[in-house]
């Protein structure tokens, strides 16, 4: 009776129980260290604005979660992030999944905040050299085409590995961006390294015509 009454539970409230994933980092500091010791121990360039940064960590640079945790929060019916990190071990490794984390401008991390993405009419860059454009009134933001497959591959990812929804829109634009850029030898090289550290892969960078499977 007991686990006749957890399923309805978390079918009322949108739990989903089942998942799948990485399993192998325990949780966003271990994350985090591998993030800057072994995948950009050289250094890189920030997702949204391309700003090229040396070895080690940088000011101004920290660490964007693609598909926000704020939703993942609100799917795991978590009341805060913290209450998240005590109770559920599935926020844990979603948290640390390095698929879903990339580089970023502090300043414009906090811009982007948990908008979801999308097209924006016109081209008002707020942050100087960066074509990155955000639509308070519509909640939305818009990133650079150069990154827009990346964003698209994570966020595809993250919605079938952990069962995480996306809005039909969303999910069809991100479609769309995949498509429309295709994975880097850099985007190939992070699946390469990321698959050596948490050993799964995302499969939308490896066939990118994957995402045709999809139905938002």
Same mark, same amino acid.
């Given at each position: 009776?007991?686990?006749?009454?957890?399923?309805?539970?978390?079918?009322?409230?949108?739990?989903?129980?089942?998942?799948?994933?990485?399993?192998?980092?325990?949780?966003?500091?271990?994350?985090?260290?591998?993030?800057?010791?072994? !995948? *950009?121990?050289?250094?890189? +360039?920030?997702?949204?604005?391309?700003?090229? $940064?040396?070895? #080690?960590?940088?000011? &101004?640079? @920290?660490?964007?979660?693609?598909?926000?945790?704020?939703?993942?929060?609100?799917?795991?019916?978590?009341?805060?992030?913290?209450?998240?990190?005590?109770?559920?071990?599935?926020?844990?490794?979603?948290?640390?999944?390095?698929?879903? !984390? *990339?580089?970023?401008?502090? +300043?414009?991390?906090?811009?982007?905040?948990? $908008?979801?993405? #999308?097209?924006?009419? &016109?081209? @008002?860059?707020?942050?100087?050299?960066?074509?990155?454009?955000?639509?308070?009134?519509?909640?939305?933001?818009?990133?650079?085409?150069?990154?827009?497959?990346?964003?698209?591959?994570?966020?595809?990812?993250?919605?079938?590995?952990?069962?995480?929804?996306?809005?039909?829109?969303?999910?069809?634009?991100?479609?769309?961006?995949?498509?429309?850029?295709?994975?880097?030898?850099?985007?190939?090289?992070?699946?390469?390294?990321?698959?050596?550290?948490?050993?799964?892969?995302?499969?939308?960078?490896?066939?990118?015509?994957?995402?045709?499977?999809?139905?938002?």
């Amino acid at each position: 009776m007991n686990s006749v009454r957890t399923f309805i539970v978390f079918v009322v409230f949108g739990c989903a129980p089942a998942w799948a994933g990485q399993e192998e980092i325990a949780d966003y500091r271990e994350a985090l260290e591998l993030f800057w010791s072994e !995948l *950009y121990v050289d250094g890189g +360039e920030t997702l949204y604005c391309g700003r090229r $940064f040396g070895r #080690g960590r940088h000011d &101004g640079i @920290n660490v964007e979660h693609v598909l926000p945790m704020s939703w993942v929060m609100n799917e795991l019916c978590c009341d805060d992030r913290d209450g998240c990190r005590r109770r559920s071990r599935r926020f844990n490794t979603i948290e640390a999944d390095l698929h879903n !984390l *990339y580089p970023s401008l502090i +300043e414009v991390n906090k811009a982007r905040g948990s $908008f979801p993405f #999308g097209d924006i009419k &016109g081209e @008002n860059h707020e942050f100087p050299g960066c074509d990155f454009e955000v639509d308070q009134r519509r909640r939305r933001v818009e990133p650079r085409p150069a990154s827009r497959g990346e964003v698209a591959r994570s966020m595809l990812y993250m919605h079938e590995s952990y069962d995480i929804p996306l809005f039909t829109r969303l999910g069809i634009t991100l479609k769309r961006w995949s498509r429309s850029d295709p994975p880097s030898a850099e985007e190939r090289r992070r699946n390469d390294l990321i698959g050596a550290l948490q050993g799964n892969r995302n499969r939308f960078i490896d066939d990118p015509r994957a995402v045709d499977e999809l139905w938002f």
